[in-house]
C-alpha cells in the first residue's frame, strides 16, 4: 500500500491549535494526525481522560468533529450505540471511532470494549497509551510499566508487568489489530486509513509519550517515543487477517538487526529512576526475548 | 384486538407498537422475557429495529444513551441488580436529557440474593432525575409503556416504567392491544433536539464548569447548576405533560383518566391506604372486606411516582382522618420513602395542618414476602383500631 508523507497529509486541521493539553502532549500530536486520518465525516466518543480536556470544557470545543463524552467504563458500548442509530437512520456512511486513554481501554473499559469485539460492532478503537491515570494524577494502570513511579507507587515503583492489550485484542480474532507511537504519525496515520476499511471491531494501541507524567521536558516528546521504538521497547505492527507484521521502524530496526540499548529509553525519564542496574537488564533480557521472536515484516 | 399473554409480553409490544430503533439489553429476571420477545419480534422481521445483546447493564444503557444521543428511539429493561449496575448511567441519561425508555420488572435487591418481587430496584433510583412511572396490571403496563416515549420526548426526560416482577412480569391477563394504524396519531416519529452529526458538530456532556462561561459569541452559556436547575425545573412541569399525554391517549384509544393517582372509594373514605403497583389492586379486595364491617375506607394507588404529583395527592388525601402507606420498599435507616414524600405533599398542601390526616407507614412483601390478603386487613383493622402492628413489616416472623 502508497504510504503516506508528511506533504500527502490533509491540511484541513480537526484539532485547533491552543487546547488544554499539556505543552509536548503524545496524545495531542498522535490526536492531531488521526483525526486528518478519519476525516470530516466521524463521530467521536470520548470517555473521562486527558483527551476530555484536550477537546475543552463546555462551550468551547477545541476539535471540529462531533463527540459524544461518555462514562468511563462505557466506551466502546457507547460506539455501539452511535452506530446502531447511524444505521437504522441510514446513516451508515458516517464512521465511528472510540478514542480512550489506557485506563478507560485496559482497565476500567475493557468489559466494553470486549464484548464489542466479540459482537463485531463495526467501529475503530483508537487507545492512546500515557501508560497511567494522567487524568487523576498519574496513578497507576494496567498498562504503566514495571518500574515507573506513579503518585500511587511512590517509593517502589509499579510492581508488575503492562498488560498487553494489544495482545487480548488479537485474541479476540479482529480483523485489525496494530500499534503505533505519536513519534510515528505517518505510520499511525496509514494504519488509521486501513482500519476503516475493515469490518468490525479494529483496534489501534498507540504509545503516546506524558512529559508530567513520565518525567521529562516537554521538547523530548517525539525523542522519547523514538527511542521507545529504537530500543525495542515499544514495537510497530499490525495484525490484519490474523497475519503479523512489524511497520516502519521497528521493521527497519528487525531488517539491521541492532537496537539501542533500553537503558538510553529508561534513563531519560525520571519516572524510572529507582530502577537498579539489575532491573534494568531485566528490562533489557525480556525485550531481546521478544525480538527474537520476530522475523520478516514489511521490509523498507 | 385483546390478547392473553404476559406483563413482559405487554411491555414488549407496547415498545413494538412506539417504533423503538435500537434495544439493547442484558438477560435478569424477572425482565429476560421481555427483551427475549423482542430480539425474537426484530430477528422475524416483524420489527424494524436494531437489538444488541450486550455484556452488561451498564453497557446496555450505555448503547441507548449514545443511541439516543444520535438520533434514535432507544429501548432497555432491567431489574434489580442490572438496575444498580446501570446506576452511573441511569443519572447520565437523565443529566444529558435524553428521551430514553426503560422497563423495571421490580425485583428485590442483593445482598442476599432474592430473585423475586419488590420494590428496592426502582425506589433506590428515584433521586436520578427520570420519570417514574408504576402500572398496576397489563392494561397498564402496554400503554403506560407507549405514553412513556411520548412524555420522555416531550420533556427530554427518560422514562422508566416500573411493574411487579412475576406478579405482573409472568403471569398472564386479557388486555386489548393499540392498533398499530393509531399510533403514529398519538406518537409521531422521534424529533431530537439534537443528534450527534458531522455537519453540525457538537461535544456532548463534556466538563462543564461550576460558573456560567461566555461562549466563542460572546453569549453567556450556562453552568453545571443552571443545566440541573433546568432538569428539576422540567421535571417539576413533567406532572403537567404526563397529564396531558393521558388525555391524549384517552382520545386516540379510549383508555386512561388515571396518570397521576389511581383513587378506589376514596370519595367518602374516612382512611385511605396508599401504595404503589399491583399491591394497590389487591388491596382494592381488603377495602371491600373492612367497608363491609363498617369501614369507610379507601385506597390510592400513586401512579406517578417521580416527579411526585404532590398537589394531587394530597387533594385526594384531604378530608381523611388517616392515611396508611403500604410499601414494598424503604429508605433504610428512616421509613418507605413514599411514606416520607407524601407526609411531605400533604405539610406543604394542606392549608390547616390541624386538619392533616395521620400518616402510619407499613412494609410488605420484602423479597416476594406473600402477602396475604387476609394479614393486610389484619393490618389496616388494628390500625383503624389505633395502633399498627409492631413492628410494622407486615407478616414478619422474626
Ligand atoms: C467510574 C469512574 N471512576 C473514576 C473516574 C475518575 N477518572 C477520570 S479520568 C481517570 C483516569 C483516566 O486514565 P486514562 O484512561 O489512562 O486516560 P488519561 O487521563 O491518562 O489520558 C479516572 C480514574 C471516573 N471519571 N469515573
Ligand atoms: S498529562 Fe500527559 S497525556 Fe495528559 S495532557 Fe498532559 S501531556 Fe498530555
Ligand atoms: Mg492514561
Known amino acids: ?300 | 384486538m385483546h390478547v392473553i399473554e404476559t406483563g413482559n409480553v405487554a411491555a414488549a409490544l407496547g415498545v413494538r407498537l412506539a417504533g423503538a430503533q435500537v434495544v439493547a439489553a442484558y438477560p435478569i429476571t424477572p425482565q429476560t422475557p421481555l427483551t427475549e420477545k423482542l430480539s425474537e419480534l426484530i430477528e422475524a422481521g416483524e420489527m424494524d429495529a436494531r437489538y444488541v445483546p450486550v455484556e452488561s447493564e451498564h453497557s446496555a444503557l450505555a448503547v441507548c444513551i449514545a443511541a439516543s444521543s444520535a438520533g434514535a428511539r432507544a429501548f432497555t429493561a432491567t431489574s434489580a441488580n442490572g438496575l444498580l449496575y446501570m446506576h452511573e448511567q441511569v443519572h447520565w441519561a437523565a443529566g444529558a436529557r435524553l428521551p430514553i425508555v426503560m422497563c423495571v420488572a421490580n425485583r428485590a435487591v442483593g445482598a442476599p440474593w432474592n430473585i423475586w418481587n419488590d420494590h428496592q430496584d426502582s425506589i433506590s433510583q428515584r433521586d436520578t432525575g427520570w420519570i417514574q412511572i408504576y402500572s398496576c396490571d397489563h392494561q397498564q403496563i402496554i400503554d403506560d409503556t407507549l405514553k412513556a416515549f411520548r412524555v420522555a420526548e416531550a420533556t427530554s426526560i427518560p422514562v422508566m416504567v416500573c411493574y411487579d416482577g412475576y406478579l405482573l412480569s409472568h403471569t398472564y391477563m386479557p388486555f386489548a392491544v393499540p392498533e398499530q394504524e393509531k399510533v403514529a396519531e398519538f406518537l409521531p416519529p422521534f424529533q431530537p433536539a439534537y443528534a450527534l452529526d458531522p455537519s453540525s458538530p457538537a461535544n456532548l456532556n463534556t466538563v462543564t464548569l461550576p460558573e456560567v462561561r461566555l461562549d466563542v459569541h460572546g453569549e453567556l452559556a450556562h453552568g453545571y447548576m443552571e443545566i440541573r436547575y433546568l432538569l428539576q425545573e422540567d421535571l417539576r412541569n413533567a406532572v403537567q405533560v404526563v397529564e396531558e399525554t393521558d388525555a391524549a391517549y384517552q382520545e386516540v384509544f379510549g383508555r386512561g383518566g388515571v396518570p397521576l393517582v389511581e383513587p378506589y372509594r376514596c370519595d367518602d373514605a374516612e382512611y385511605i391506604v396508599v401504595g404503589l403497583g399491583s399491591l394497590t389492586y389487591q388491596l382494592r379486595d381488603v377495602v371491600e372486606t373492612l367497608r363491609a364491617e363498617g369501614h369507610r375506607i379507601g385506597v390510592l394507588g400513586v401512579r406517578l411516582y417521580r416527579p411526585v404529583p404532590d398537589a394531587a395527592i394530597a387533594a385526594a388525601l384531604q378530608g381523611a382522618h388517616g392515611v396508611f402507606v403500604m410499601e414494598k420498599a424503604l429508605s433504610y435507616g428512616y421509613e418507605g420513602a413514599l411514606c416520607s414524600d407524601l407526609k411531605s405533599a400533604l405539610y406543604d398542601h394542606l392549608p390547616d395542618k390541624s386538619e392533616a390526616p395521620f400518616v402510619k407507614g407499613l412494609i410488605a412483601g420484602i423479597g416476594g414476602r406473600e402477602i396475604r390478603t387476609a394479614d393486610l386487613a389484619d393490618a389496616l383493622r388494628s390500625g383503624l383500631a389505633g395502633s399498627i402492628p409492631d413492628p410494622n413489616w407486615i407478616a414478619i416472623q422474626l
Not at chain 1, 66 to 84: D, I, K, Q, R, Y
Not at chain 1, 248 to 269: C, F, I, M
Open chain 1, 1 to 300: 500500500m502508497t504510504r503516506t508523507t508528511i506533504l500527502s497529509l490533509p491540511t484541513e486541521e480537526y484539532v485547533h491549535p491552543g487546547n488544554r493539553a499539556c505543552t509536548g502532549c503524545g496524545l495531542g500530536i498522535a490526536y492531531r494526525i488521526g483525526t486528518k486520518a478519519l476525516g470530516p465525516d466521524t463521530i467521536v466518543i470520548v470517555p473521562p481522560s486527558c483527551l476530555t480536556v484536550l477537546q475543552g470544557l463546555f462551550p468551547v470545543a477545541s476539535t471540529k468533529l462531533p463527540s459524544l463524552n461518555t462514562t468511563f467504563a462505557c466506551t466502546a458500548a457507547a460506539a455501539t450505540g452511535v452506530l446502531e442509530a447511524l444505521k437504522a437512520q441510514g446513516r451508515e456512511h458516517t464512521k465511528v471511532v472510540a478514542w480512550a486513554g489506557d485506563g478507560g481501554t485496559a482497565d476500567i473499559g475493557i468489559q466494553s470494549l470486549s464484548g464489542a469485539a466479540e459482537r463485531g460492532d463495526d467501529f475503530l478503537f483508537m487507545c492512546y497509551d500515557n501508560e497511567g491515570y494522567m487524568n487523576t494524577g498519574v496513578q497507576r494502570s494496567g498498562t504503566t510499566p514495571q518500574g515507573a513511579i506513579t503518585a500511587n507507587t511512590p517509593f517502589k515503583g509499579k510492581l508488575q508487568q503492562k498488560k498487553d492489550v494489544a495482545a487480548i485484542m488479537i485474541a479476540h480474532g479482529i480483523d485489525y489489530v496494530a500499534t503505533a507511537s505519536a513519534a510515528y504519525p505517518l505510520d499511525l496515520y496509514d494504519k488509521i486509513r486501513k482500519a476503516i476499511t475493515l469490518k468490525g471491531v479494529k483496534y489501534i494501541h498507540i504509545h503516546t509519550p506524558c512529559p508530567p507524567g513520565w518525567g521529562y521536558e516537554a521538547r523530548y516528546t517525539v525523542k522519547i517515543g523514538e527511542l521507545a521504538v529504537e530500543t525495542g521497547y515499544w514495537d510497530l505492527y499490525e495484525v490484519e487477517l490474523g497475519e503479523f507484521r512489524l511497520t516502519g521502524a521497528s521493521a527497519k530496526a528487525l531488517k539491521k538487526g541492532t537496537r539501542k540499548p533500553v537503558n538510553e529509553y529508561l534513563q531519560a525519564q525520571s519516572r524510572f529512576r529507582i530502577m537498579s542496574p539489575e532491573q534494568a537488564a531485566d528490562v533489557q533480557a525480556r525485550v531481546d526475548a521478544k525480538w527474537s521472536t520476530y522475523s520478516g515484516g514489511e521490509g523498507c
